[in-house]
């Protein structure tokens, strides 16, 4: 079973900026896809960035040109750079990997809040 846990979350004001880390219990080297969502407040999660093996990374137009997703394999980690952010960033962040090669499972970490005041 693999465990997720994010990091780096906290108070910003618009226009500064983050970087989340998501620690993984296990490998990530093989990962078939790991990807950034959030959840406002009485919102539903949404997407913010997915990179799926054998595909292109995908943002959201909301996020494109100010996050970047990347991983560091040795350290088994997502990390997730938002720079220029706006109020509206502001939410839980969680990361999510998934891993299997016949039947693929979905990790997800447990949060981490980031909020942005303006």
């Known amino acids: 079973q693999v465990q997720l846990v994010e990091s780096g979350g906290g108070l910003v004001q618009a226009g500064g900026s983050l970087r989340l880390s998501c620690v993984a219990s296990g490998s990530i080297f093989n990962a078939n896809a790991m990807g950034w969502y959030r959840q406002a407040p009485g919102k539903q999660r949404e997407l913010v960035v997915l990179?799926?093996?054998?595909?292109?990374?995908r943002y959201a137009d909301s996020v494109k040109g100010r996050f970047t997703i990347s991983r560091d394999n040795a350290k088994n980690t997502v990390y997730l750079q938002m720079d220029s952010l706006k109020p509206e960033d502001t939410g839980v962040y969680y990361c999510k990997v998934v891993l299997g090669r016949w039947a693929s499972t979905e990790y997800w970490g447990q949060g981490t809040q980031v909020t942005v005041s303006s």
């Open positions: 990179s799926s093996s054998g595909s292109t990374t």
